[in-house]
């Protein structure tokens, strides 16, 4: 019983840092911003936490599109890397379709920017790539 009362504490707590993360991703400093996406993209790749996710989708690919949009160099790089992921556990359903149909055009955008920096340009690349191979419903 208390094994379980500790994981289901544990499970709440990770929530909660989850949470606070999200909205770090819309302070005005570029570095809390970045450490927050930094977070994020730990997080995201070592669990499983598509429930957490599925209610907080809009909410994670509306803070995703400020920072693509808005940021410079790592901020967009952080950002697209998140976006794979958040692809990546939300799988081949609607969501993650929804999610990837959003911010497709800011991918392709940051990618054609010949001003963005280099890590911007390829992360958004391996995000469109991921997410097409994922999440798009069509075929082109």
Not at 43 to 63: G, I, Q, V, W, Y
């Amino acid at each position: 019983g208390s094994e379980a009362a500790s994981e289901q504490g544990q499970e709440e707590e990770a929530e909660g840092r989850l949470k606070e993360h999200m909205d770090n991703l819309l302070d005005k400093s570029a570095k809390t911003r970045q450490a927050a996406l930094q977070s994020l993209r730990l997080a995201l790749s070592s669990r499983t936490l598509s429930e957490f996710l599925l209610e907080r989708r809009l909410t994670l690919t509306d803070c995703l599109e400020k920072c693509l949009k808005k940021g410079k160099g790592e901020e967009q790089a952080l950002a697209g890397t998140v976006l794979t992921l958040l692809c990546l556990q939300m799988g081949s359903g609607p969501e993650g379709e929804e999610a990837f149909r959003s911010l497709k055009p800011l991918l392709v955008s940051v990618l054609t920017d010949s001003t963005a920096s280099p890590s911007a340009r390829q992360s958004c690349a391996m995000a469109l790539g991921m997410c097409c191979y994922i999440a798009a419903a069509d075929l082109e």
